[in-house]
């Protein structure tokens, strides 16, 4: 949740270490603070609570100088975000400093037994134990790097650390200890680099090194030695990544997660391209199975959280329908915990756009070692759950900067969509001809996509004018469609802070419908497919309680107009792209709410964009 970034080199530490700060503020932008060793052997800390800028704003009136620094921008879990709480954290001789990512489990005991010897803390987060415990056994006449190798030993949890001495000026050193984000070495020209996340060291290297967990690296401004927590030498390789070519621009829009909303059609293209095949009915997708190992599955696991987890709920039902698999789609939380029955014919899907969420990353782990066959569906090339994966298909969907997440969402639902016409084909579960159908309605979908965005002209600023009073909405639809319920009644509540509830339309009238009054909108996907008289008799029962209904339907529907109080229109789609259409207006609606409250919609309040802690 937290991001972190360092330097040691030739440069002047400071600036480099507020960019990077400020390409990571994704992970977490409630407060942040840098630390840098000046060249006379001082170390200087700048901190400021809230966003990055205030930080910029401190360290710009009082600079550090100096070539080697480490940076952090948090995502308070113990201690509010204050200024005090903030990292980095220094040992009480001021010579150790310390960014964490992680929760420390067993801080309590570790800080009782460090106050009996005399430390003094002044903030409340479980990180400040750390520097602490370091300088314990650097003051037993242990080296700096064995201090902290001998302390990750310690620490109960997962972690992702970095740390200097102001005595070692030319030496940063950092670990990971479990799944709590990762780190990587950057390999640059005029220094070395550390970052929780690739985008922070593009704009410097390509060349990386990440560490793996109960991994530690000793970083000099030539060099680097990566050893297990052990001890022993490890031969870390450098990879090459991709530099991203999606600028983080807002390329004239107001907010990032308008411009992420409105390039869906293009991405789309993206997460396409090259893959459909001009064999006929065929997609082009590696799989790491031969085919026999395709046709032998007999249960597909989706596994993600929050957004991700939604698009799983698609994905299972697609599979299930092409594929003739039974496919479920679990939260990676309760899956980790819950001895799940998986064995060598399970495949499991894990779906993260970070590729970094501990809770997936541990399921995952959980996966293999029940024997089962893992792939991840990611947007981050040379993440966690990329590199854990027997395989990967990548979303292609660019940089994606607002917390909430869109493009991703309709991305990861494309992905699956191909995984889908893949196990099929090698199933014999899909002819030619309707695979040769649903790919030509796939290169389509593209340009419905972009239909969905321009349809309903300025309908979603007169509506959330309507409606921005009302403290709570539902969201309900079927099949398909009863995910986008979810996701939509997701996106309203993390970016307008209004309560909403995201169901099938069916299940509606065992419960939730107490909610519904005058004061309640209830938005219903009811686009004209199969399940569309279904929705009509919910969309009833809601009028008939005085509740006010937001129809989502197909263009050309007109009878609609009289059954709702208010429509928004999408393109007509075939039936397996409708959640990716109907997404759209969800996403907007929720945009505009959120825009006209004034919130801050890229950087919605209490969230992160990699939720890299239990
Ligand atoms: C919601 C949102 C989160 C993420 C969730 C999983 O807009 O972004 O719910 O979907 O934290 O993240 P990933 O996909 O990175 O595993």
Redesign the pocket.
Known sequence: MCGIFGYLGYQEAQPLIIDGLTSLAYRGYDSAGIAVLSRGGALGVRKAAGKIDNLIEAATKSPLSGRLGIGHTRWATHGEPSEVNAHPHLDGTGSIVVVHNGILENYGELKARLIANGHVFSSVTDTEVIPHLIQEFVAEGLSFAEAVRIAAGQLRGAHAIACLHADHPEEMVTFRVGNAGGVAIGHGQGGMFIASDMPALTPHTTSVTPLEPGELAIITPERYDVMTLDGKSVDANRVTIAVNATSAAKGGYKHFMLKEVMEQPEVAMSVLRGRLSFEPGEVALDLPFTDQEIKDLNRVIFI?????SHACQIGAQVIERLARIAASAENSAEFRYRDPVVDKHTLVVA???????AD?LEAMDRAHRSGARTITITNTEGSQAYRRAEGAILIHAGQEVG???SK?FVNSIIAMQLLAIRLARTRGTLSTAAATEYIEALSHLPALLGEALNINGNSFQRLAVKYARSRRFLFIGRGLLEPIAREGA??LK?ISYIHAEGMSAAELKHGPIALVDRETPVIALAPLNDLYEKMLSNIAQVRARDGQVIGITSVGNHEFTGLVDDVLLIPEAPLLLEPMVATIPVQLLAYHLADLLGNDVDQPRNLA???VVE
């Open positions: 993600g959280m929050g957004t991700s779906v993260a756009q970070s590729g970094e969420t997936t917390v909430a997440s991703t997701l996106k993390e964009k990699s939720v």
